[in-house]
Structure formats: structure tokens, C-alpha cells
């Protein structure tokens, strides 16, 4: 059994757009004209971040499988096409990678079991009736800061600069720090210029910094104000990219993407067996952790073999990734 | 037969999951290009893949597991050079962690467990032998990059039970007392020993124990310790064979430990 926080909320919405349409992109053994059951692997785009969770998907399932990709084109909307891509196949199930698609393949194959992942806003974009689950993109604010002791053992106070856009994300981290015994300190700025006084007022009282994807305090003055003060003041600068580590903050922890592959692989397969008990949407289960040696060294972090292991990738301070 | 000056190392560890293959192998060609041993490595994440490789490369060295040791130490005339360990030990085990409601394993017949694995290879015999002894064919098995994520996802309630390493499971404990007090170990795993590094018939002794040698010594580097902690080692060190029959590891042991 699998279970989720999240709830099932939103809206469907109309396809984005009526000048977009579908190009079959790659197949395998797919006889033309003749009926193939499968999954079928729809991708709303050609991207790279796709891949890892379409081949997780293909290993961990047992099913063989068709990929298809939307891309743009003027003629024709995504169900249409793919309807006609599909039109020789009886799929057991839709892999969705991508809002986009995830609408194109309901809309195409209504009675088809889907499963999502990759979905932004899954929860605004996507209709959860009917045999349809998936992966969101988000990991739980719980695990994360976990993660986050993990690598930061005296962890206990994280400052939040958020707009006011995001009062979501700092009542989940307040209802998760409390059961960890952790301590949200939180500033609200109405202007990316509001964000260097924000963290003044706090640095004195916290231990990390915590930034979250929120596009009002997640400018590249304000990233690199805050990974310059953060190290100055011993104030560990967590980040939810990979790039941002790169850069100078302390670690990120972001969803593995071949994870929700095989999370996905294990909901296609309940919802082929048992379609009338769809599973809920599934946070992701598996996490990408990079720390940046050299400012963990300045803040006097010890990375032991524990906490290597516990790292996807280590930036050391020659700049080199091991 | 390869020139120890330009071998080639191939590692699979299916019970091992590095949380991204690439990063191993930057860590060890920073490691190997530091040593001079000309030595060049490619990791494997799918027994399908080695296999194939297998077929048609010419690996001077192989670093696996005693099963697949036991499948093609014929074939390749497997010679085992390096015993690698952690914390101090050359087997490991794992623990099937649960939530305090589940009171025996047929009560997770239709679970789904969580383990550390490479998403491709999850059935094969080392894997199997931990998880399928313990949950049976009903559980549905879902691999995670590491343990920790593993015990994330318990902890959370995301899973009905996890098979980790007991190390991992401390560690979380420490950072989580709360969110660790209602799990339970339930089972664990016959010792497994750890892969071996072994050299095959695509090279002479005296090249192979110049590179075991080599590989051994890494660990007094910084860039060599990251390379042998990446690939689930504390340390590598050279085994004392005594004769013949122990030095063909395809051995007996390693199978049964898996088989078990």
C-alpha cells in the first residue's frame, strides 16, 4: 500500500492550446495496423529530464512500451494526435510525463488507466477522476528537512524569506519543523529589493537559510547577496537546485526523477489489476542530494564517509564534482 | 591478453546503489588517473548490460558479487584478488523495518517495500535473496537510489516496510527519534558477502596483482578514498591465497550465502 498527503484538488483545464500537436517520436517493436496492448510513455516535450523517469519506468515495468513526444505544430491539438498515433495500439495504460500530457493522454484515452509524473501544478492541471494517479513533483517539507539534519547535525532554527504568494509553503514547514524540533523564523517581502533587509533581520537568530522556488526572492542579485552573507555569517544557504550548490550554497535536495520511473511502474501496475481502487498521488520517494565541499568546509561541517554516502554528488573545492 | 597499462575494470553491484552511476565514474577516473595505474572502469547498473559486455569486451578485472563470480568464473577464469570491506567486515546484512502494526511478514504479503537498488535490477539473485526470502513473490518491490530514502519513505508512511542496512537506520534514529519510535525490524537478511574484485583470463598474474596492488593502495589518496567510499567500501585489501582451489572464486560460498 502507498500512501500520499496530498489532496486531490483541481481543475482540468482546456488543452493550452489549439496550434499545438503530436509527433511520434520513437516506438519499439510497434507492428502498424496490427492492435499492440502496452503502455504507452507520453512525453509533453523532448526533454532531457524526462529520460531518467521513462527508462526507470521501462526496466521496473514488465509491460512493453511505446514513447511518443509532443511537440508543437499548427495543425493539429495533442488528444487528436495522439489518438492517431495510438490508433493501432490497445494501451493497458498511459505513462504521462508532463501536465501536457497528462491531459493530451485523458483526453485521448479516457477509459485508459494514467499514471503522471513530472505534472507542475499537477493538482491545479490535472483531474484525478477515474483510474488516474501519479507522482507529484514535490518532495514532502518533512523529508527535506530531515535530509537536511542529516547533513546538519546542530540544526535547529531555519530562516524562510518568502512573498506573500507562498503562505502555503510556510505553514507545511512550520507543521513539519515542529515535529522535528526544528524552528521556522519567517520574513515576508513584497519586493525582490526587500530580500538583503529580510535576511538581516534574521541572520543573528537562525542557523540555515532555507530558499524556496518562489520568483520574488530568487533573483541573481539576491542568490548571490545571500550565498556571500550566509558563508560570512556561518549560516548554512540551502537550495532546491543543483545549479544554485554550484554556485555556493551548501546542499540542495531535489526529487530523483528515475525514482518516480519506478514508482510510476508500481502504480500502472495496481491500477491494470485493480482499477477500481486507484491509488492516491504519490509524493516521490527518492531524493538527489549535492553539497558543495568548499562551503561546507567553511562552515565547519564535517563531511564524513556517512555523509558522502548520503550524497549523490560532492563539489569539492577545486570546483571538481566527484 | 590485455597490457596492465591500459585495462579495463568493469563493476556491478545490484545490493549497492550509488545514487548516480556518472558520479562514480568521475570519482574514479580522478582516482585511477591519480594512481598511473592506466586502469579504466565502467560500472554497470543492469546484470543484462555486464553480460553483454561481457560477451564481447576484455575486462582485465571484475568487481561483483559472488554469484555472478559463480556464473562466469569458468568462462572467464576468475581469479579473486581484493577483498574489499566496511566497517571492517567483509559480509553484510540488511533489515526489513516495519511499523510497529505489522507483527510478523505474512502481514506483508501485498506490501510494498522499498530498497536501495538500481531500478533495473531488482529481481536478480543478490537483490531477491534479501527481499524475496523475507516478503515473498506478493510484496511489490520499489527501488530507491539509497537506504535513507528507503527510510524516508517508511517513516512517512509512503511504504509498509523497507530493507536497509542497520548503520542507516541508527543514523536516522539520531536525527529522528520521533519519526523512528514506531519502527520495528521485523527480519534481515542472510550475510551476503561483499563483491570481490577479480581478474580474468584476459590478463597475466603478474599484471593483475601490479593493478590489485594499485587499487589497493588507493586509499591513502583523498581522490582514491571518495572512489572506494562511492563504491560501498571502507576498504580494499589483497587477499592471501594459499592455493589453487581458493583462488577460483567462483566459489561455493558466495553462492550459498545468495542461494540460502
Known sequence: MIRSNWNKRGQRLALLAATTALLMAASMALTVGTAVAGVIIVKSDDLPQYTPPATAFRQASKRESVEVVLRSRLDQGDSEFLKQAASTMQPSAVFALGSRAAIAAREAFPETPLVFAMALGWSRNITTDGATTGVSVELPTADLFVRFKLIIPGLHRIGLITSDSNSDTVDEARAAASGLGLEILHETVGHHDEVAGAYRRMRSRIDALWMVPDPVVVTRENFDYLSTRCRNDGVAFLAFSENFVKAGALLSVAPSYSTMGSQAALLVEQLITDPNNVPPVQSPLGAKLVVNADTAMALGLDLNATTIHMADRVITPTREDF | ?260
Open chain 2, 1 to 260: 591478453m590485455a597490457r596492465a597499462s591500459d585495462a579495463e575494470l568493469f563493476f556491478f553491484s545490484p545490493d549497492w546503489a550509488p545514487g548516480n552511476l556518472s558520479t562514480l565514474a568521475e570519482a574514479a577516473d580522478r582516482a585511477l588517473s591519480e594512481s598511473g595505474l592506466g586502469l579504466s572502469f565502467q560500472a554497470f547498473a543492469r546484470y543484462e548490460d555486464l553480460v553483454g559486455q561481457l560477451s564481447t569486451a576484455r575486462p582485465a578485472l571484475v568487481l561483483v558479487p559472488g554469484w555472478v563470480a559463480a556464473e562466469h568464473g569458468e568462462n572467464l577464469q576468475l581469479r579473486a584478488l581484493l577483498r574489499p570491506t566496511r566497517d571492517g567486515r567483509d559480509t553484510y546484512h540488511k533489515v526489513l523495518m516495519t511499523t510497529k502494526g505489522v507483527s510478523s511478514l505474512a502481514g506483508l504479503a501485498n506490501a510494498t517495500v522499498a530498497a536501495a537498488a538500481h531500478p533495473g535490477s531488482i529481481d536478480y539473485p543478490a537483490s531477491a535473496s534479501g527481499i524475496r526470502s523475507l516478503v515473498g513473490d506478493g510484496a511489490r518491490i520499489l527501488p530507491v537510489p539509497k537506504d535513507i530514502d528507503a527510510l524516508l519513505a517508511l517513516s512517512f508512511g509512503q511504504v509498509d516496510a523497507a530493507l536497509v542496512t542497520p548503520a542507516q537506520f541508527e543514523i536516522l534514529a539520531r536525527v529522528n527519534p520521533r519519526g523512528t519510535d514506531n519502527l520495528v525490524e521485523l527480519g534481515r537478511t542472510p550475510e551476503v558477502p561483499l563483491p570481490r574484485l577479480y581478474a580474468t583470463r584476459y590478463i597475466d598474474d603478474d599484471g593483475a596483482n601490479r593493478l590489485a596492488a594499485g587499487i589497493a593502495k588507493l586509499s591513502s589518496s583523498s581522490k582514491g578514498r571518495q572512489f572506494i567510499n562511492l563504491l560501498g567500501f571502507d576498504e580494499v585489501k589483497l587477499l592471501e591465497i594459499t592455493n589453487e582451489e581458493d583462488h577460483v572464486m567462483a566459489d561455493k560460498t558466495n553462492r550459498n550465502e545468495v542461494e540460502r
